[in-house]
């Protein structure tokens, strides 16, 4: 049992209407029109970057080496980040996020204006943000990154089941341990994760170079490879493997954090806006993606506030439990940024990426959250 069904009956049935009354004056676009114009999702994550930089930009406090950590000096980091009004400083932080999401998308997450994204794992860190997101539901047992291949199918490995998706689905990902969330051994999904760059038959010289430099850059964390180092295949991937149901996750703004860099996860998180703008503006370009193409944006976490628990986060740093969500493509009504709106959860992702597909996910997965119904086209 699907989505479809469930349209199709309502067409069969609008369609009789339309007979009965012998409606030759009503017009049949309306009654035509598909549910959904989105073919293809991509969920994107930026691991760990809070939503006080997503709403608020840079924050003011932490611009300085005492508690931002920082080697850039407080004028060039100012003369970057720094705006008097929240509005501009967002907007120069995520010049895509709020030029483009913003005006034809939607925006969850922002507790100033009374709307609320968060975790419901209980944890606030990033394997059971992750399992959460892809699988629809928490798993308690989940309570460390070490935990192991998960034992749950992520909405990932259940798409992959049907004809049109089998084999174009892909996880993207600057973390190793990735191909333990998404069960690589038994998912059976196209992969690239941290370090590894899978084997090509015929290698093209931006090949052999991206392959000099993944055997030599000092690894900064053996886990995790910078954002660029997937940026590059990822691009190439989708201009020849036509994927339909994508995943790219990027670890820096985390990484960055975690070392009390503030500078650089303020330039992490601008570049991750160029990365998410720069994936949009590819699949704009090819006939195949543009105009049916739907992006889900967020993270797995939030981090705690103050001048050093932004350094950190989980159910020590109070507020990591708080996300951030972004949604843009044809089917989502451009509302953009939220306010005075019941809370989403991140369980919702899920059913909410299956339903752009026309899949009903919790039907088959009666765990999993329903999906988030603001930003679907109306019933
Ligand atoms: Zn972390």
């Given at each position: 049992m699907?989505?479809?069904h469930g349209a199709l009956r309502a067409?069969?049935?609008l369609c009789l209407a339309l007979l009965v009354q012998g409606a030759a004056s009503v017009p049949a676009r309306a009654a035509v029109a598909p549910a959904h114009k989105t073919r293809t999702v991509v969920l994107i994550v930026s691991d760990g970057l809070r939503w006080q930089e997503i709403f608020t930009g840079a924050e003011e406090a932490l611009l300085n080496d005492k508690d931002g950590g920082s080697w850039l000096s407080d004028e060039e980091l100012r003369k970057r980040y720094w705006?008097?009004?929240?509005?501009?400083r967002r907007a120069a932080l995520f010049p895509f996020l709020w030029g483009t999401v913003a005006r034809e998308g939607q925006l969850f997450g922002n507790q100033t204006l009374g709307s609320v994204a968060h975790v419901t794992n209980g944890k606030a860190f990033s394997y059971p943000g992750y399992n959460e997101m892809s699988t629809g539901y928490p798993n308690d047992a989940i309570d460390s990154n070490e935990f192991g291949p998960n034992p749950n199918a992520t909405v990932f490995e259940w798409l992959n089941q049907f004809a049109p998706f089998r084999g174009r689905v892909a996880i993207y990902g600057t973390w190793n341990v990735y191909d333990n969330i998404f069960n690589k051994a038994r998912s059976g999904l196209v992969m690239q994760t941290g370090w590894t760059l899978p084997p090509?038959?015929?290698?093209?010289?931006?090949?052999?170079?991206?392959?000099?430099?993944y055997a030599t850059t000092t690894q900064f964390d053996e886990e995790d490879s910078p954002n660029s180092f997937i940026q590059v295949p990822l691009l190439d991937y989708v201009k020849t493997g036509k994927p339909r149901v994508l995943f790219v996750g990027y670890g820096e703004t985390d990484n960055w954090a975690h070392q009390g860099r503030y500078?650089?996860?303020?330039?992490?998180?601008?570049?991750f806006d160029h990365f998410v703008e720069q994936l949009w503006n590819t699949m704009q370009a090819m006939p195949q993606y543009r105009g049916s193409t739907t992006f889900i944006i967020t993270t797995d976490h939030g981090r705690g506030s103050g001048p050093t628990e932004w350094k950190e986060h989980g159910i020590e740093e109070k507020g990591s439990e708080n996300i951030w969500i972004g949604v843009i493509g044809p089917d989502t009504a451009p509302l953009g940024e939220r306010s005075h709106i019941a809370p989403v959860a991140q369980a919702g992702i899920a059913a909410t990426l299956a339903a752009f597909l026309g899949k009903d996910y919790p039907a088959?997965?009666?765990?999993?959250?329903?999906?988030?119904?603001?930003?679907?086209?109306?019933?």
């Open positions: 699907n989505g479809s067409l069969a049935v705006r008097p009004r929240a509005e501009e090509k038959a015929r290698e093209t010289p931006r090949d052999a170079l991206l392959r000099e430099l500078d650089l996860v303020l330039d992490s998180a601008h570049r088959a997965v009666p765990q999993a959250a329903a999906p988030i119904a603001a930003v679907l086209p109306m019933p």
